[in-house]
């Protein structure tokens, strides 16, 4: 069965703090992962990722994927209080099915 | 621009009643799904559509019927509601996946639903 699994569950730090959010997949047919942010309403789309060892950055985060360990690392540097969420990894297949991960919820004091 | 539209946003059932969430998408998007977040469990699948007339089941169905008579719009079925589907639902969209690089998926702003 596929699954996806993110840790940590739950992280606070402190702004200006650099955080990496993980996560590991197990999907048949795997075509991406993606990164969601999810504040209080609908999940936002951060990142799409399908090669390995290519970095895709916005801003002050950034995403690379590991094929050969099936993960996936989320970085994000100097957070901010607005970095504050729940951030979702989630695993394509040739479908255009997504399985979701239970997320990371990240909070930045100040 | 709408984007994805749920309605209702908030709904109380009693156990045993039945109701339909509609979603709606101005995207001319192909695909639609309807996932419910749980405390702790994540975003899970309940049923998807790839088009026009067709559904298919994801991985928690039970107890949720869905129909696509139009392609913008996607509705969830509840017909004798549980305090166990109590949850979060959202509603999603994306186009055909040959169509675009990237296939991420828009989100509705989700109906939160009690059944009591």
């Known amino acids: 069965e596929d699954k996806v699994v993110q840790s940590p569950l739950s992280l606070v730090v402190h702004e200006g703090d650099t955080v990496t959010l993980n996560c590991s997949y197990e999907v048949t047919n795997f075509r991406s992962l993606l990164w969601y942010k999810q504040e209080k309403k609908a999940p936002t789309f951060l990142f799409m990722l399908?090669?390995?060892?290519i970095e895709k950055k916005s801003g002050r985060l950034s995403s690379i994927l590991d094929k050969k360990e099936l993960s996936s690392i989320l970085n994000i540097t100097a957070t901010q209080t607005g970095d504050s969420a729940i951030y979702l990894c989630?695993?394509?297949?040739?479908?255009?099915?997504?399985?979701f991960g239970a997320g990371t919820r990240l909070t930045v004091k100040p | 621009n709408a984007g994805v539209t749920q309605t209702p946003k908030f709904r109380v059932l009693k156990t045993g009643q039945s109701m339909t969430l509609l979603c709606a998408q101005d995207m001319n998007h192909e695909y639609m799904y309807w996932y419910r977040q749980d405390p702790g469990m994540g975003l899970r699948l309940i049923h998807y559509s790839v088009g026009e007339g067709t559904t298919a089941k994801g991985e928690v169905p039970d107890g949720y019927n869905v129909s696509r008579l139009k392609k913008q719009n996607f509705l969830l079925g509840l017909e004798s509601a549980a305090p166990s589907q109590t949850s979060v639902y959202f509603c999603?969209?994306?186009?055909?996946?040959?169509?675009?690089?990237?296939?991420?998926?828009?989100f509705g702003s989700g109906t939160r639903l009690t059944v009591v």
């Open positions: 999603a969209s994306s186009p055909w996946m040959g169509s675009s690089p990237n296939y991420g998926y828009t």
């Open positions: 989630a695993g394509g297949n040739n479908n255009n099915d997504m399985r």
């Open positions: 399908t090669s390995s060892g």
